[in-house]
């Protein structure tokens, strides 16, 4: 380490090191539980999603045929 470095800034990089070792996803069950209300959001709208999609493609199609 620089010692000259002014401390908010050792302390800042201390601080930093320690919330990511401490947050980091490393672990499979930490990660995992973080990660499960995404994972949930996102195949639960699945079939939404899905629907929306087919609706727009028919939206499109029936705007388009209007002018031929």
């Known amino acids: 380490m620089i ?5 908010f800034v050792k302390f800042s990089a201390n ?3 320690y919330l990511t070792k401490k947050f980091s996803p490393n672990n499979i ?3 995992s539980i973080y990660r499960l ?3 949930y959001i996102i ?3 699945f079939p939404f999603m899905i629907f929306w999609l087919l609706s727009c493609d028919l939206y499109i199609i029936n ?3 209007k002018f031929f």
């Open 15 to 17: 601080k930093l090191t």
């Open 63 to 65: 705007w388009t045929l």
């Open 3 to 7: 010692l000259n470095t002014p401390l």
């Open 29 to 31: 069950l930490e990660s």
């Open 37 to 39: 209300p995404l994972y």
């Open 43 to 45: 195949f639960k709208s």
